[in-house]
Each structure stands twice: as structure tokens, then as C-alpha cells.
């Protein structure tokens, strides 16, 4: 089992930056892909990033892609989401996760874990 757990989202004017940070706890030592992904209501999950275990070849949709940065510490179980140039669009419940195979997130755009999410809110 791996616990997850989100922390730095908030209220944010367009335009501005957030670090999200997720840290994993419980079966770490396995080499997991991590992602993001975000939810608002009435709209479907979309995977915000990817990063594998080396933390090369991280991956973004055309909606974030030059604006938000995904990095991994593995000493520390940690990941994070750098967001830059935020916009209202943005606004959403984003959600760490991880899996043991790649294409159960690239792919499937699903995990094996989930944390609980954390809000972030982008005024115009």
C-alpha cells in the first residue's frame, strides 16, 4: 500500500504560481510512476503530468504544456507540481497518483493509488 498526500493548493489571481507537493508514504521503495491529475465538476479527469521513477520523460497535455513543471525527489517520496501563469481554466481539484506500470497511467489514465487532492482556485 501507498499512502499519498497533497498540500500547496489555494486561491490564486490569473496569471500567478502555485507548487503543489505530494509525499508518499508506506511502500516507497517500489519505482513508481507518478502523476498528477485535476477534476472540476461536470468536467472529466485529465492527466496534468506524468513522471516516471528516473523522472525523465515526463509528459503534458496542450493545456499546461510550457506553463506547469512535474519534478521528483525520490529521496524524499515527493513530487511536485510547479504551475506557472496560472489562468481561471485552471481551476480545479488536482490529484496525485502513482502506479506501478507506466500505461496505467499514460495509457489507461488511471492508478493504483490516489491521495486525496487538494483545491486550486485561479480568480480572473
Known amino acids: 500500500q501507498v499512502q499519498l498526500v497533497e498540500s500547496g493548493g489555494g486561491l490564486v489571481q490569473a496569471g500567478g504560481s502555485l507548487r503543489l507537493a505530494c509525499e508518499a508514504s508506506g511502500r516507497t521503495r517500489s519505482r513508481y510512476t507518478m502523476a498528477w491529475f485535476r477534476q472540476s465538476p461536470g468536467k472529466d479527469r485529465e492527466l496534468v503530468a506524468a513522471?516516471?521513477?528516473?523522472?525523465?520523460?515526463?509528459t503534458y497535455p496542450d493545456s499546461v504544456k510550457g506553463r506547469f513543471i512535474a519534478t521528483r525527489d525520490n529521496a524524499k517520496s515527493t513530487i511536485y507540481l510547479q504551475m506557472n501563469s496560472l489562468k481561471p481554466e485552471d481551476t480545479a481539484r488536482y490529484y496525485c497518483a502513482a502506479a506501478l506500470a507506466a500505461h496505467t497511467i499514460g495509457v489507461r489514465k488511471t492508478a493504483d493509488y490516489w491521495g486525496q487532492g487538494t483545491q486550486v482556485t485561479v480568480s480572473s
Open positions: 513522471i516516471r521513477w528516473t523522472g525523465d520523460g515526463t
